[in-house]
């Protein structure tokens, strides 16, 4: 199957929606991309770029949203949420609280997706840090076909999100994304065992599953999913583990789960708490942190 970025297709689909809704807006942070060269070439009455400035990006994205524009803020993953956190935080949580504003942070880089570029540019607190804020909805798509069908969700919630895209092309995992606003997808069906995961992770969960008799189940609206009905699906589950490009026991997915399921036995798999300095690629950098297919799979079968 065909791999394409989810940032790609994420824009391509959002260059369509701004021919007839002039209510859309895009801010940048000199951070750019081919379709976003469209999105500014064909409207650049509605395309901003602040330059390398993402607390200014925040600001200028609030004015827009709270002017009634749908706004998109899109940079760097790890610099769009850590760089300018209080802006996000006073601006957009707390001020979302009282004034209705759709805005859409995008930050592309999620994880270890640029691995060769070092610590500066892994991504491993956002899950943690953005989950905790309220009135922030997380999405965490593990392909480009759960980030398209997005898009529509995107525009019509008037309330702010953040959007957390993988910087390389990844494969489909699926063919359509039914009834996307449960939150998560089960990919495959097993009974005693299942693996929650999101993002990248996901990928390599459904590696892992095809060996095993297990359920795998990708999340992606990591704090606004139907719990009730995840609660349905792990009914018969013993044992779940969570799986997530992300430093474990830090509030992100596996806080999440852990909160939710404390009649399970869960087990929290992700990066340990510490900063990888070594370069290399993807995999070099998830082997260095115990998170090797092999590794994974060996703690899976201890349960």
Do not use: W
Not at 213 to 229: G, M, P, V
Not at 249 to 259: P, R, T, Y
Not at 279 to 295: A, K, P, T
Request: aromatic share 10%; net charge negative.
């Amino acid at each position: 199957m065909q791999s394409k970025a989810m940032r790609d297709v994420f824009l391509a689909s959002l260059h369509e929606e701004m021919a007839h809704d002039e209510s859309i807006f895009f801010v940048a942070a000199d951070f750019g991309s081919p379709i976003l060269d469209k999105i500014r070439a064909d409207y650049p009455a509605r395309f901003i770029n602040v330059g390398i400035a993402e607390q200014n990006l925040i600001n200028v994205a609030t004015g827009l949203a709270l002017e009634g524009f749908k706004v998109f803020a899109y940079a760097i993953a790890p610099f769009i949420t850590m760089r300018c956190y209080e802006q996000i935080r006073v601006n957009i949580a707390i001020l979302s609280q009282i004034r209705d504003m759709n805005i859409n942070i995008i930050g592309v880089g999620a994880g270890v997706s640029y691995a060769m570029s070092g610590p500066t540019h892994h991504c491993l607190e956002d899950l943690s840090i953005m989950r905790t804020l309220p009135n922030i909805e997380v999405f965490s798509p593990s392909d480009y076909v759960t980030a398209q069908s997005y898009v529509k969700r995107a525009l019509k919630i008037k309330k702010p999100k953040y959007i957390r895209f993988d910087a390389q092309p990844l494969v489909a995992l699926r063919d359509e994304v039914e009834d996307f606003d449960v939150g998560f997808s089960v990919l495959k069906e097993g009974e005693r065992v299942a693996i929650l995961s999101t993002g990248y992770m996901t990928h390599k969960a459904v590696s892992i599953a095809k060996e095993l008799d297990i359920k795998l189940i990708d999340i992606y609206l990591i704090n606004s999913y139907d719990k009730e009905k995840l609660q349905e699906a792990l009914q018969e589950c013993e044992v779940i583990f969570t799986l997530e490009e992300a430093f474990k026991n830090s509030g992100g997915l596996d806080a999440e789960i852990n909160f939710h399921f404390k009649d399970k036995k869960v087990v929290n798999l992700g990066f340990e708490k510490k900063y990888t300095f070594e370069i290399g690629s993807r995999e070099f950098v998830h082997q260095e942190n115990g998170l090797s297919e092999d590794e994974i799979l060996k703690e899976i079968k201890k349960h």
